[in-house]
């Protein structure tokens, strides 16, 4: 495709939707793919907003079919990536952003390694629960073996974070927001797209927010991994660190 393709990967009750309205809501220029999932809708969800929500037998003919550009099998239910996302986006001169998890992210660079991938990590697992339960509660179920289950899988997608080449610690939402709208609209920048109405000044700034959120240079990203249990492991000598996008 020829606009930039952004892929956003988090653990479950990070805060990755929320971020991503924010976001939408805030840049032009924009598309977002809309999943297939055989997961059942949650809370307000709508079919065609959120998700496309299929039965496995037709997510099972849409894979057969060649639709989606990367599948994965996530607590148990299916979710695709329609390839169409990519030549809609494609077609209208605009850039696509994937919200999918470790294994899609997997799949998608393999094939697109120019997608800018960004991992969202939430600053603790208390918090974590603590998300997770508000929006359960909000949602008019709170089933503790879910969540369990969901901060179980945390700690181990959080060990994919070496794969993304931003990571963006969602502490504080406005503050998170103000980074991810920054690493777009930097990225933009890289390519030489002018920012709307953004004077040099601006771009400075946006460019030294992105940059703050490159991998490698997050302040206090070591904190959060150990609070995870994953703080050795980042220690651990002659390990290879993998070079997110060749620079
Ligand atoms: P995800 O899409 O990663 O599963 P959500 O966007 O649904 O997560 O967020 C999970 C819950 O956490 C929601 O109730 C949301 O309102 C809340 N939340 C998200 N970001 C923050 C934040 N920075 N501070 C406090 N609450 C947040
Ligand atoms: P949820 O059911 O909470 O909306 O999403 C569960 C997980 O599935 C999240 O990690 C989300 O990013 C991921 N996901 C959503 N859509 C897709 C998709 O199209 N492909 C893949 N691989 N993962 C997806």
Request: avoid cysteine.
């Given at each position: 495709m020829a606009g930039i393709l952004f892929l956003?990967?988090?653990?479950?009750?990070?805060?990755?939707?929320?971020?991503?309205?924010?976001l939408?809501?805030?840049v032009?220029g924009l598309?977002?793919?809309?999943?297939?999932?055989?997961?059942?809708?949650?809370?307000?969800?709508?079919?065609?907003?959120?998700?496309?929500?299929?039965?496995?037998?037709?997510?099972?003919?849409?894979?057969?079919?060649?639709?989606?550009?990367?599948?994965?099998?996530?607590?148990?239910?299916?979710?695709?990536?329609?390839?169409?996302?990519?030549?809609?986006?494609?077609?209208?001169g605009r850039d696509l952003l994937?919200?999918?998890?470790?294994?899609?992210?997997?799949?998608?660079?393999?094939?697109m390694p120019d997608a800018v991938s960004i991992?969202?990590?939430?600053?603790?697992?208390?918090?974590?629960?603590?998300?997770?339960?508000?929006?359960?509660?909000?949602?008019?179920?709170?089933?503790?073996?879910?969540?369990?289950?969901?901060?179980?899988?945390?700690?181990?997608?959080?060990?994919?974070?070496?794969?993304y080449r931003y990571?963006?610690?969602?502490?504080?939402?406005?503050?998170?927001?103000?980074e991810l709208t920054a690493i777009v609209k930097c990225e933009r920048l890289k390519r030489g797209v002018p920012e709307n109405?953004s004077a040099a000044g601006d771009s400075m700034h946006l460019a030294d927010l992105a940059q703050r959120c490159r991998q490698g240079n997050?302040?206090?990203?070591?904190?959060?991994?150990?609070?995870?249990?994953?703080?050795?492991?980042?220690?651990?000598?002659?390990?290879?660190?993998?070079q997110p996008d060749g620079e």
């Open positions: 956003i990967s988090a653990p479950s009750g990070s805060g990755k939707s929320t971020l991503v309205n924010q939408r809501s805030l032009d598309d977002f793919s809309i999943s297939y999932t055989t997961r059942a809708p949650r809370g307000s969800e709508q079919d065609g907003r959120e998700y496309h929500f299929v039965s496995r037998d037709q997510f099972l003919a849409m894979v057969e079919g060649g639709g989606f550009l990367e599948h994965a099998e996530v607590f148990g239910n299916f979710y695709g990536t329609p390839r169409e996302s990519l030549t809609l986006a494609a077609q209208h994937l919200d999918i998890d470790v294994q899609g992210a997997d799949q998608v660079r393999q094939s991992f969202v990590l939430p600053p603790n697992p208390e918090v974590l629960e603590m998300r997770l339960r508000n929006r359960s509660r909000a949602e008019g179920s709170v089933a503790d073996d879910v969540i369990e289950r969901r901060l179980a899988k945390a700690r181990s997608e959080i060990q994919n974070y070496r794969q990571i963006l610690v969602n502490n504080i939402l406005d503050k998170a927001v103000a109405g997050v302040n206090g990203l070591e904190g959060v991994l150990r609070s995870f249990g994953l703080g050795a492991q980042m220690r651990l000598p002659n390990q290879q660190l993998f």
